[in-house]
């Protein structure tokens, strides 16, 4: 079995673990939702396992390096960055019914990366051939992930704030609006440190630190709007729907700084694309 085998065995783990959260969260079974945190957490184990095994893999056909390099590794990366979070959030707050808001990220992008994108290891272009790769990479994944929680919970937030009567075994619209806060807390730093260390490895690939490509100004406007976020809750006390929306309204501006740009738009980031 190759890294490529596991990666389709973690893709229906995710799945089922999405279809147990889901039954979970309509017919509120205890054996479902322990169901779905186990699938997800055999599925996160074996993904970053697989993980090692491509990287292992490329030693082996005399290319070697971290698989980080085009849009299939890095879609396989964001999802156990995504799962990984929620795990750790699961477990320290015991918070299953937001499962099924968040593993519709890993099931899709999984699927996607499986589907349409070129799994092939192929060697780094010049401009990867930098160690400021991973902490790029790293940086900024893990920052997606925990934007990818934080909207998973706003959308929670909103349903349970239109729905009350339907969403009464939800966790109050206060412990949400704090888990959306700790969440962006959480990914904010990480994506100021990913846009730093972009601007570093473009300098050393590029010869400038900062040049307007399309995907440095998205990731300054993602950057913005969580900056807006956290600046409208400690000046102006924002709470609530405007913070849930807000939230949600970041992670679109994610996505389209990560599949958006590389799909839709060219740039020095073209290697990201399909």
Known sequence: MNSGHLFSIVTFLYFFSFVFYLVYFFMRDRFTGKAGFFLAVVGFILEVIAFFMRWSESYKMGIGHIPLSNLYESLVFFTICTVGIYIFVELKYKFRVAGVFVMIFPVLTLAFAQLYTPTRIEPLVPALQSNWLTAHVVTCFL??????????V????LLKMKYPEKFKFVPSLSVLDNLIYKSIAIGFPLLSLGIITGA?????AWGSYWSWDPKETWSLITWFVY????????????RGKKSAILSAIGFISVLFTYLGVNLLLSGLHSYGSL
């Open 227 to 238: 900056a807006a976020y956290l600046h409208a809750r400690f000046t102006h006390g924002w």
């Open 154 to 157: 706003s959308i929670l937030y």
């Open 143 to 152: 920052s997606y992930a925990a934007f990818a929680v934080s909207c998973g």
């Open 200 to 204: 570093a490895w473009a300098n050393y």
